[in-house]
T-cell receptor
Framework: GAGVSQSPRYKVTKRGQDVALRCDPISGHVSLYWYRQALGQGPEFLTYFNYEAQQDKSGLPNDRFSAERPEGSISTLTIQRTEQRDSAMYRC????????????????FGPGTRLTVT | DAKTTQPTSMDCAEGRAANLPCNHSTISGNEYVYWYRQIHSQGPQYIIHGLKNNETNEMASLIITEDRKSSTLILPHATLRDTAVYYCIVRVQSSGNTPLVFGKGTRLSVIA
């Protein structure tokens, strides 16, 4: 079946512009996560949703970053007034509904969006 | 989540077993050990997880010490396609899905 998809795959934007990154999770997956990954580093958590509810946004670097998932499926990560330090790979992941008291153990990652701010 | 410590890099000869260590000395009783890997520029991929018993699946084996302060991921017959960054993660099991906290991982190079 189809995996997690992200678009665009590559985005080059000028400093000060707004960008919107899209994530389409695996059908039926209730949890959706956003991570950011700098070169040579592991992914860094940004925010995540269960269905349409944003559960934790403590990883968002500042108020220029926001995310939504209005219908509990597709999610958009928006960065306003981009800065060069925002350049990174932005990765989305999704997972199934928790099994009772246990977290769903496997997160499925998309190919990422490579954002370059010039 | 508890912090993990892994070697920065390791080499392994093709066909031999790759043993990747991880220290998690501050792990709590309700935290599981997870392993993910990331091949080149792809997204991370789940490998295996465990609480205190040793685990095995089609990809790898996970050996957790009795005091749970360290673990070893074993790839029994490494191939060139196993070259990747391997992340050891400890994660609380709770009533709901939670994000993963990645460290820097171990870069495994499988050599022909």
């Amino acid at each position: 079946g189809a995996g997690v998809s992200q678009s665009p795959r590559y985005k080059v934007t000028k400093r000060g512009q707004d960008v919107a990154l899209r994530c389409d999770p695996i059908s039926g997956h209730v949890s959706l996560y956003w991570y950011r990954q700098a070169l040579g580093q592991g992914p860094e958590f940004l925010t995540y949703f269960n269905y349409e509810a944003q559960q934790d946004k403590s990883g968002l670097p500042n108020d220029r970053f926001s995310a939504e998932r209005p219908e509990g499926s597709i999610s958009t990560l928006t960065i306003q007034r981009t800065e060069q330090r925002d350049s990174a790979m932005y990765r989305c992941a999704s997972s199934l509904e928790p099994l009772g008291a246990l977290s769903s153990y496997e997160q499925y990652f998309g190919p990422g969006t490579r954002l370059t701010v010039t | 989540d508890a912090k993990t410590t892994q070697p920065t890099s390791m080499d392994c000869a093709e066909g031999r077993a790759a043993n990747l260590p991880c220290n998690h000395s501050t792990i709590s009783g309700n935290e599981y050990v997870y392993w993910y890997r990331q091949i080149h520029s792809q997204g991370p991929q789940y490998i295996i997880h465990g609480l205190k018993n040793n685990e095995t699946n089609e990809m790898a084996s996970l050996i957790i010490t009795e005091d749970r302060k360290s673990s070893t991921l074993i790839l029994p017959h490494a191939t060139l396609r196993d070259t990747a960054v391997y992340y050891c993660i400890v994660r609380v099991q709770s009533s709901g899905n939670t994000p993963l906290v990645f460290g820097k991982g171990t870069r495994l190079s499988v050599i022909a």
